[in-house]
């Protein structure tokens, strides 16, 4: 599993979760309830909700953000992450810090989370 897949899981849940099977219809429920998808999960509000989200800077921070959810935040993971959204040339400074918050945000917002503009942009 991926860094960008531990994030991901982290805040909208593990991947392996399955909609239960619809029930098979009786007299009085003539027809199968088929199990709707799961709308947008609303990032900024996962993790506001964490434990530990009023004391670190994840709006801004990769460091943070990845400590908040319990992922290792080390250089070699950050940089694996890099490589994985498309950073070949990742070096760990601010710049590439910055880049690589909001391209987790982009990311993240892609896979079916409502993360907010200022987070993306």
């Known amino acids: 599993m991926g860094i960008f897949s531990k994030i991901k899981n982290a805040i909208f849940g593990k991947d392996d979760k399955k909609a239960p099977p619809a029930s098979a219809p009786t007299p ?4 199968p309830v ?3 998808p799961i709308s947008d999960v609303d ?5 506001d909700a964490m434990d530990g989200s009023d004391r670190l800077n994840w709006r801004t921070s990769i460091v943070d ?8 935040s080390s250089y070699e993971n950050r940089k694996e ?3 994985e959204l498309g ?9 590439d810090n910055i880049w690589l918050h909001k391209r987790t945000m ?16």
Request: cysteine-free.
């Open 65 to 72: 953000l990845m400590k908040l959810i319990g992922v290792d």
């Open 87 to 95: 950073n070949t040339d990742y070096s760990g400074s601010a710049d």
């Open 28 to 31: 009085a429920d003539p027809t």
């Open 43 to 47: 990032v900024e509000a996962r993790l």
């Open 34 to 36: 088929d199990p709707q």
């Open 81 to 83: 992450l890099a490589q």
């Open 106 to 121: 982009q990311e993240l917002a892609a896979n079916g989370g409502k993360v907010p503009a200022e987070f993306r942009d």
